[in-house]
């Protein structure tokens, strides 16, 4: 079955630093891979959709890119700000994409 | 207004209980979900429905069981609750694009607590 990592330990960096964060998979490449933020006693909130014919994806501060071969994404947030602080959540699809596979996220904490 | 409420945020119970937890939403997605959350194993897929007429097992559905009452509606129930069902349980709901899942949007759980 389709396993997602992300680092476990949380990521702590200064204001105004680039924040990067991992997330590998084993088996399939998925058509498709989200990134999820979520703020404690809230449910995740959709950022950025990449889909597997897409090297990079950009929104504001944000950045995604999938690498097919390598089974991985990396999700940065430039010029990072105390509210960044969150956790972040990789996810991806099922085969057939009748189901949505999250990973345990990545704790992030940007320091002032 | 929230797009997906669940209710409620909060709940203690005891052992053996029924429980129900309740979801609605007004996005007008097809798509509905519902998750637990342990710390460390991340969001783990309990049921899912398509439609109102259409309903499925995920990962983790052993004591559970739930309900679609209309498109906007979808319950959870632990019909004898036990200790380890102790978690933060979100519901969430999608649009599908061509039989895939679109990004999912998620109510802000409910914390639930089995003494």
């Known amino acids: 079955s389709q396993k997602i990592e992300q680092n476990s330990e949380a990521l702590n960096i200064q204001e105004g630093k680039t924040a990067t964060l991992t997330c590998n998979y084993t088996?399939?490449?998925?058509?498709?891979l989200q990134w999820y933020r979520q703020d404690p006693g809230r449910g995740p909130v959709f950022l950025l959709l990449i889909r597997e014919n897409e090297k990079e994806k950009r929104k504001e501060r944000l950045k995604v890119t999938f690498d097919t071969t390598l089974k991985q994404s990396l999700f940065h947030i430039t010029a990072s700000q105390p509210a960044d602080s969150a956790t972040y959540l990789c996810a991806l699809e099922s085969p057939g994409g009748f189901k949505t596979i999250f990973g345990a996220g990545t704790r992030l904490f940007v320091k002032a | 207004d929230a797009d997906v409420t669940q209710t409620p945020r909060n709940r203690i119970t005891k052992t053996g209980k029924r429980i129900m937890l309740e979801c609605s939403q007004t996005?007008?997605?097809?798509?509905m979900y519902w998750y637990r959350q342990d710390p460390g194993l991340g969001l783990r897929l309990i049921y899912y429905?398509?439609?109102?007429?259409?309903?499925n097992k995920g990962e983790i559905s052993d004591g559970y069981s739930v309900s679609r009452q209309a498109q906007a509606k979808f319950s959870l129930s632990l019909e004898s609750a036990i200790p380890n069902q102790t978690a933060l349980y979100f519901c969430?709901?999608?649009?599908?694009?061509?039989?895939?899942?679109?990004?999912?949007?998620f109510g802000d759980g409910t914390r639930l607590s089995i003494l």
């Open positions: 969430a709901t999608s649009d599908s694009d061509r039989g895939r899942n679109q990004p999912q949007h």
């Open positions: 429905s398509f439609d109102v007429k259409d309903i």
């Open positions: 088996n399939y490449s998925p058509a498709y």
């Open positions: 996005k007008g997605h097809d798509r």
